[in-house]
């Protein structure tokens, strides 16, 4: 393990972005850092347990990872139905979005949903945990991406939530001239509120944009998975017929796989430890999915 020689000495290291040459096949900014001292290893976990894996569900890992991308990702603020959450899980995986997050002030709220964000399609997201609002929006502003609250149509809007002077946009203009322009090059965050009390009012001071389902019945709301699921594939759509590359980079998709392969196959840990200890640092590193920046942070 000479190779790993008091990584802890480097941590400070985690913060350096990966050089230049990885921003491959995308006009967006690489957002995933190596330390240093583990940049030797990318791509041996891949290698080491590939194995593992039948043919037929490596090519589906790869296909799947090179249709990932991250230019939409979800907040959901103190949503406590398992049910939604699991749906909320699985619409975004469907969808081919890869970040997610959950937002919860309260701490038993918190720990009620651990267990389902923990298992299922969750293995193939990047669930993060938050308790604070503007931590959050800190983090989205920092890593270029565009606040927009999901509301009901404008009948439901009271003065305390919304800010009438931010623009609003229904998911049929998603992919209109007018909506594509107010985006420009930036990433959305789409921040969902509670089943029962929605967005939280503190939103209102870091949204860009407000954006809401048309409904054209007497049912004044959706369930949060449902709205979830028609708002990213309007949005997928919008980003298929912009012509852009929204997807994962070639250094990025090896990156997902490796992680893919490490929090999934049986005993792999095990395996690493017993035949190739040297690779241990990497492998709890690149399982973690600290690999992507500044989400992970």
């Avoid at 569900?57 to 799947?64: D, E, S, V, W």
């Avoid at 931590?135 to 565009?146: H, M, V």
């Avoid at 929090?263 to 095990?270: E, G, M, V, Y």
Wanted: charged share 20%; hydrophobic share 35%.
């Amino acid at each position: 393990m000479s190779r790993h020689k008091n990584p802890h000495k480097k941590r400070g290291e985690r913060k350096q972005m990966v050089s230049s040459e990885t921003k491959t096949n995308s006009n967006m900014p690489t957002q995933y850092f190596i330390p240093e001292y583990l940049r030797n290893d990318f791509g041996k976990i891949n290698a080491a347990l590939r194995g593992f894996l039948t043919e037929t569900r490596l090519a589906k890992m790869q296909n799947i990872a090179q249709k990932r991308s991250r230019q939409v990702l979800t907040v959901f603020e103190n949503t406590h139905h398992a049910h939604n959450i699991s749906a909320i899980i699985r619409t975004i995986d469907a969808f081919g979005f890869l970040d997610l997050f959950f937002l919860y002030s309260n701490s038993e709220m918190r720990f009620r949903a651990a267990d389902t964000v923990d298992r299922g399609a969750s293995q193939w997201l990047m669930p993060k945990r938050l308790t604070s609002i503007e931590d959050c929006a800190k983090i989205l502003k920092d890593s270029n991406y565009k606040i927009a609250l999901v509301s009901l149509p404008d009948f439901s809007r009271t003065s305390e939530h919304y800010n009438y002077h931010i623009p609003s946009f229904t998911s049929q203009k998603f992919c209109t001239d007018e909506f594509k322009n107010f985006i420009g090059n930036q990433k959305i965050a789409l921040i969902f509120g509670s089943e029962l009390h929605g967005v939280s009012p503190e939103w209102k001071n870091y949204a860009d944009m407000y954006l809401s389902v048309e409904m054209y019945g007497f049912t004044e709301s959706l369930n949060v998975s449902v709205c979830a699921g028609i708002l990213l594939q309007s949005l997928r759509e919008s980003l298929l017929q912009s012509q852009k590359n929204f997807h994962l980079n070639i250094k990025e998709q090896e990156l997902i796989l490796e992680h893919w392969i490490a929090k999934t196959c049986p005993n792999a840990l095990n395996y690493i430890s017993s035949r190739m200890p040297e690779l241990l640092p990497w492998f709890e590193f690149v399982r973690s999915g600290q690999f992507f920046q500044p989400l992970s942070k």
